[in-house]
């Protein structure tokens, strides 16, 4: 069974600070991993996607992650926060379509800025 | 961009009735997802549909939910007989592919109230 973890259920920053948010899954296949936003009575937009090709994946916003299959991390970087990231972030696993091809997120981690 | 759209964005309803949710995926998309947010708790995986058949489902996709494509758009959730616990944000999501890898796009949700 696959599964995700993210450690810290709120982290708070300074405008311009690094943003380092945690997230480290459990599959017992190649995972697919995704990073998804949500801001306050939105749906989950996508922030980036890691399907086994380079393990460093740059997405939208100026946001980063890194798979480390060594540490089975996959954590979401940003090197300087902005007012706008002030969001909730989820990471989630892929299952293969013969396991339904459905997301499995994290408990999702809150992050705040601060001017 | 294209997106997910769903309807309505609020729903409020005595507990026990049935109530149905909306959803028009993207166009192209051949995949189709329920997930469910539950205020304060992660987002739960509901089900997956492709082929006009339900292709995985989770524990709480129990008898009193069903899924349709009546039409070339839509995407129904219906709850015949609602509880109280019901009471969540529920999210409809497609894919053009269903290997795992493609990204699912959401819709904004809507946020179901029983009472």
């Known amino acids: 069974a696959q599964s995700v973890t993210q450690l810290g259920s709120h982290v708070s920053v300074s405008e311009g600070a690094l943003v380092l948010l945690r997230c480290n899954y459990s599959s017992s296949v190649p995972p697919y991993l995704f990073w998804y936003v949500q801001y306050p009575n939105q749906g989950l937009q996508l922030l980036l996607k890691?399907?086994?090709?380079?393990?460093l994946v740059k997405g939208i916003n100026g946001f980063e992650a890194e798979f480390k299959k060594s540490e089975t991390s996959f954590h979401l970087t940003k090197p300087s926060a902005h007012m706008s990231d002030a969001a909730e972030y989820f990471c989630a696993v892929s299952a293969s379509w013969d396991q339904g091809g459905k997301l499995i997120f994290g408990q999702g981690t809150e992050l705040s800025v601060k001017p | 961009e294209p997106e997910v759209t769903q309807t309505p964005s609020h729903q409020v309803t005595q507990m026990g009735q049935e109530v149905i949710l909306r959803c028009v995926p993207i166009?192209?998309?051949?995949?189709f997802y329920w997930y469910r947010q539950i205020l304060g708790q992660k987002v739960e995986f509901l089900v997956s549909?492709?082929?006009?058949?339900?292709?995985?489902k989770s524990e709480i996709f129990d008898d009193q939910f069903s899924v349709e494509r009546p039409d070339g758009s839509n995407f129904t959730l219906k709850i015949r007989s609602t509880k109280l616990e019901d009471s969540a944000m529920y999210f409809c999501a497609s894919s053009d592919g269903g290997s795992g890898n493609q990204p699912q796009h959401f819709g904004d949700g809507t946020r179901l109230s029983i009472l």
């Open positions: 890691y399907t086994s090709a380079a393990t």
């Open positions: 166009s192209n998309h051949l995949y």
């Open positions: 549909f492709y082929n006009n058949e339900i292709s995985e």
